[in-house]
């Protein structure tokens, strides 16, 4: 069990946990990596995943079933306040995840756990809440086989979730060690 004592920033000192804590590290560094270029693409090319979330929000490519189209978001200040939600929540996902790998470089081991955790837990909840519930169920993007981002979302969400878990993996085996 974790103490979160200073003992805890010390360097693992087996073969295992040194490669546990540097794939902790890496994987965090990766999504950074990924999360900070779909955040970038969407600023820089803000029209292409702006019309991804206008068709969703619309429901306009769904089966347009009459019991569920009244859930639809036609309003564009509407649908342009929740992807500029998105990027704003990616963006800061982003920075989290920076510095969680910058507090692995520096070998802040208790500080990078908690920061990484906090931005993995951001994209869990962007693209499992956001993506795969909110838009794949209650807006019924599964319906449209044009704009239908759930192949994606679970990318991401099995991305960040296998980060996540060896993240955490590093709390019981680097505490051992130390």
Do not use: C
Request: no cysteine; hydrophobic share 50%.
């Amino acid at each position: 069990m974790s103490t979160n004592t200073a003992t805890d920033t010390a360097a693992p000192t087996t073969p295992h946990t040194r490669a546990l804590t540097l794939t902790a590290a890496l994987l965090t560094a990766s999504v950074a990596l990924y999360i900070a270029l779909v955040a970038f693409g969407n600023i820089t090319d803000f029209g292409t995943n702006q019309a991804f979330v206008q068709h969703v929000l619309a429901m306009d490519t769904t089966f347009k079933d009459d019991d569920l189209m009244w859930r639809a978001i036609t309003s564009k200040g509407l649908q342009n306040a929740a992807y500029i939600a998105i990027i704003v929540w990616e963006t800061l996902a982003a920075l989290v995840l920076i510095y969680g790998t910058w507090l692995w470089a520096r070998r802040d081991y208790t500080r990078a756990r908690s920061i990484s955790t906090y931005g993995l837990l951001m994209l869990l909840l962007l693209f499992g809440a956001g993506f795969i519930a909110i838009g794949g169920e209650w807006f019924s993007m599964w319906q449209s086989k044009t704009w239908n981002g759930l192949e994606a979302a679970t990318r991401v969400i099995v991305f960040s979730g296998v980060a996540l878990l060896v993240v955490l993996l590093t709390d019981r085996r680097t505490d051992s060690a130390a």
